[in-house]
């Protein structure tokens, strides 16, 4: 069936509301009618990823002041990925760079975006309601909606999250609809699974091996925040799927998928793909870090100090940076000579640190090694912070 528009939104896409409008849902019907969309659905929230100017150049920053021009402006509640830098701390204040950097924020804000900066919205700024639909961007926040909030969201990119924040609407098609999100494929995990970083590598080894397929993992499921963060951080490094659902048996014969298996061995290649030098620097927050994942951190590093000639980065978003701040937490993480940033990706971010980098996050791992060609270590978060840091 084709798609039906509802009067008013063929008023929008005939420019009888402005050209930024138009444009916008034109990218809207556009991807609906590629993918096989009946309607347009409303959203209740969005969330905008590709905010680092490193990301989207000058040619994304005139776009987005363009749009600001127009008059364009989100119709429901909208959160913003990290940035590039942190824009209140790093004293990058003179370069270009944070010129432009600031010139994106600023859009986002004009365009009614709130300024989380945050790559896990569903922590404290944009929480979804159960059973809610979204158009969310960053793979890794999409895959924890569908999969552990019970909110329904496609993959979008940047530009068709920000479309369908201004329209307020999406397509009704891919992960909007009950019938698509049914499993395709088992994964039957037989390794030893028992730390984040173990989930983080779990879900980088189902991403390469699902292809499109949604998988149903059987055996080993993630209870815990960073256990959760960093298996869906995991999938969305090495894979496409938007979420997966769990279950503790096999699907019945009747509804027979293929069964992969993920045992130590492969659990083995995948860490063997990074170094394990001693590192120099340990980034920590991929994705950012949640409110209790700092304070367990700020006790940690309260009786230890960072060595002579190694550094210990953290990253969270500016909601909880601002908390963490008011109870004392930043005080205590930074007398430790660890530095603690709000609203910056470690990724994107064109770090003053050299050495060889150590993370706790596969995606960190994978795309450094993939865009800076850096050495890199992963390792479990209290080894990394053994290894660059020493009791006082
Ligand atoms: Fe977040 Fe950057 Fe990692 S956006 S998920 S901290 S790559």
């Known amino acids: 069936m084709l798609l039906q528009l509802t009067k008013d939104e063929e008023r929008i896409l005939d420019g009888e509301k402005g050209e930024g409008l138009r444009k916008m849902m034109?990218?809207?019907?556009?991807?609906?009618?590629?993918?096989?969309?009946?309607?347009?659905?409303?959203?209740e929230s969005a969330h905008?990823?590709?905010?680092?100017?490193?990301?989207?150049?000058?040619?994304g920053l005139s776009f987005l002041e363009w749009l600001v021009e127009e008059g364009v402006h989100v119709s429901v509640p909208t959160t913003i990925n990290p940035a590039a830098?942190?824009?209140?701390?790093?004293?990058y204040t003179h370069d270009e760079f944070y010129k432009k950097q600031?010139?994106?924020?600023?859009?986002?804000?004009?365009?009614?975006?709130?300024?989380?900066?945050?790559?896990?919205?569903?922590?404290?700024?944009?929480?979804?309601?159960?059973?809610?639909?979204?158009a969310w961007a960053e793979s890794s926040a999409v895959i924890y909606a569908n999969t552990f909030l019970n909110a329904y969201t496609n993959k979008e990119s940047g530009l068709s999250a920000l479309a369908a924040a201004v329209i307020g609407k999406t397509g009704y098609y891919g992960l909007h609809v009950d019938e698509n999100r049914k499993p395709q494929i088992a994964i039957k995990v037989v390794a030893d699974i028992s730390s984040s970083l173990d989930f983080g590598i779990l879900g980088y080894r189902i991403g390469e091996l699902v292809g499109d397929k949604i998988p149903v993992i059987v055996g080993k499921s993630p209870k815990t925040i960073p256990e959760r963060k960093q298996f869906v951080a995991g999938l969305s490094a090495s894979g496409t799927i938007g979420m997966v659902s769990f279950s503790n048996n096999l699907i019945s014969n009747e509804n027979r998928i293929d069964v992969i298996e993920i045992d130590n061995k492969e659990m083995l290649n995948v860490k063997s793909r990074f170094s394990s030098l001693d590192v120099d620097i340990v980034y920590l927050g991929c994705p950012h870090l949640s409110l209790s994942e700092i304070k367990e951190l700020a006790i940690l590093l309260q009786k230890r100090r960072v060595k002579n000639g190694k550094s210990l980065l953290l990253y969270t978003s500016i909601s909880a940076y601002k908390i963490a701040n008011e109870e004392g937490l930043v005080r205590i993480i930074e007398n430790s000579g660890a530095r603690i940033f709000a609203g910056?990706?470690?990724?994107?971010?064109?770090?003053?640190?050299?050495?060889?980098?150590?993370?706790?996050?596969?995606?960190?791992?994978?795309?450094?090694?993939?865009?800076?060609?850096?050495q890199i270590a992963i390792s479990n978060t209290i080894l990394l912070i053994e290894s660059v840091t020493e009791i006082r």
Do not use: W
């Open 26 to 43: 034109k990218l809207i019907v556009g991807l609906a009618t590629i993918s096989g969309a009946e309607k347009l659905i409303e959203i």
């Open 344 to 374: 910056a990706c470690p990724v994107f971010n064109p770090s003053m640190y050299k050495g060889v980098i150590g993370t706790d996050a596969i995606k960190t791992a994978h795309y450094l090694k993939a865009t800076k060609s850096s």
């Open 85 to 91: 830098i942190d824009l209140y701390q790093q004293g």
């Open 102 to 134: 600031e010139r994106i924020v600023n859009a986002y804000i004009k365009l009614g975006a709130k300024p989380t900066l945050s790559c896990t919205p569903y922590f404290l700024d944009n929480i979804p309601s159960p059973g809610s639909h979204l």
């Open 48 to 59: 905008i990823s590709g905010i680092s100017y490193q990301n989207i150049g000058d040619e």
